[in-house]
């Protein structure tokens, strides 16, 4: 990963600042460090569509200067990957060696893979592997991925459909040759696979496997709980997913810096830190997730009672409309809890953490996060790296999600 060298200055109190920002994937990034002297937060924009001499441009508080000042301070910045304490103010760190290593257990090799009749390509060639754990262009695929499944949603749109993928597949195929995708459910499986690999499988293919088994098995009770979601959920359900994935696009350039942490099932952040901190348009994201993550959940819970030789609407001692009308949200994942396969879903669920998020009872102090649950109970903190982290586990959960509900849509009844 190419390291881009850039001057700087705080607008508010004249402090200068040597930049050495890794360039990823995306054409334009954004970066918000605190001044060191004033602690007036300084933010910079690298956009690397522009020419080279031109790719640094101030945002707020920011001069850029074009020269070095004496008694500048480096301060290191990149998008995919957290440093060390002592390597944030590093002249010769270089994160992407840190980011090499870790990710190269979980290359993949090029070759078409198989996953549920979905044609994928398990991976590029070698020279090329930055990009396995950093989706070129995420944010404006997105988009593209977003407004196909708009048009799902209206009347006689199949040519304009079938035109959305066909731009997609040809944005993709600019970085992977093979990409193909025949309809909405393939197109955001190769989009969240792609960002989200290898995580995003360890997640769907036990889960993927135990709702075929429950088609398998209970054929009727599974024809009637396609026939409820259809009716009752299919709609506002889309609706959710697409507004919580277009707010993490939104603060992609925050969560992207741990982001290799989630994917690969490494939990140990709480030692890192990341160059950019922009947590004004982060801090409400966690609460938004985890209302999202728990109002899907009524899938699960359906899906479960089936498998465990009821209908669809019963729980063990409860009614679904019970549980739609008097569980707390942090009790949405309890009708599952002994089913492994779906469970997972609940990992990185923290009910005091989304009270604070939820409620804008949440701050930042250097890299410590402090929040009150509901705004009012007792303070508690993790570390802004956690935070990001907890924010990436809970967005691979609905991704996963969202393409498990995509995959209900197809099923002919």
Not at 32 to 58: A, H, M, Q, R
Not at 329 to 357: C, M, W, Y
Not at 370 to 384: H, K, N, V
Request: proline letters at 4%; glycine letters at 6%.
């Amino acid at each position: 990963m190419t390291i881009f060298r850039g001057f700087a200055q705080c607008k508010a109190c004249g402090e200068n600042y040597i930049l050495r920002v890794g360039i990823g994937a995306q054409p334009r990034q954004s970066h918000t460090f605190d001044c060191k002297s004033c602690g007036i937060p300084v933010s910079i924009v690298v956009n690397t569509e522009s020419d080279s001499s031109s790719w640094l441009k101030p945002d707020e508080n920011a001069i850029i200067t074009g020269y070095e000042s004496e008694n500048s301070t480096i301060v290191n910045l990149h998008p995919s990957f957290a440093f060390d304490a002592d390597e944030i103010n590093d002249p010769l760190a270089f994160p992407s060696l840190s980011f090499g290593e870790k990710i190269y257990p979980y290359l993949r090799h090029s070759s078409k893979q198989d996953f549920e009749g979905i044609k994928y390509l398990k991976g590029i060639k070698f020279e090329n592997i930055a990009t396995q754990f950093d989706l070129p262009n995420a944010s404006y695929l997105w988009t593209v991925v977003k407004n196909i499944f708009l048009l799902t949603e209206k009347p006689n749109q199949s040519k304009r459909i079938s035109k959305a993928i066909e731009h997609y597949i040809k944005q993709r195929q600019k970085i992977f040759p093979e990409t193909t995708a025949n309809n909405p459910k393939e197109v955001v499986f190769d989009f969240f696979d792609s960002l989200f690999y290898p995580r995003f499988q360890q997640i769907l293919r036990p889960a993927t496997q135990l709702i075929n088994e429950i088609r398998h098995n209970h054929p009727k009770e599974f024809s009637d709980f396609l026939v409820f979601y259809r009716d009752n959920l299919k709609a506002q359900h889309l609706r959710q997913y697409l507004s919580i994935f277009s707010d993490y696009f939104r603060i992609y350039d925050q969560l992207g810096q741990v982001l290799v942490f989630s994917r690969i099932g490494d939990d140990e952040v709480d030692d890192k830190i990341v160059g950019s901190k922009s947590f004004e348009i982060a801090k409400l994201y966690y609460g938004q997730a985890y209302e999202s993550i728990t109002s899907v959940f009524i899938v699960l819970t359906c899906l479960n009672n089936i498998y465990l030789g009821r209908n669809y609407d019963q729980l063990q001692t409860k009614t679904l409309n019970c549980y739609i009308k008097k569980f707390k949200k942090q009790s949405k994942a309890d009708p599952f809890k002994d089913t492994v396969a779906f469970h997972i879903f609940a990992e990185g669920l923290n009910n005091q953490l989304r009270g604070g998020s939820h409620h804008a009872s949440i701050w930042r102090d250097g890299e410590k996060i402090f929040y009150r649950s509901g705004g009012t109970g007792a303070q508690e903190e993790i570390t802004y790296s956690r935070y990001l982290h907890l924010c990436n586990k809970l967005t691979i959960s609905l991704s996963v999600l969202f393409f498990i509900e995509s995959a209900l849509w197809s099923i002919e009844q």
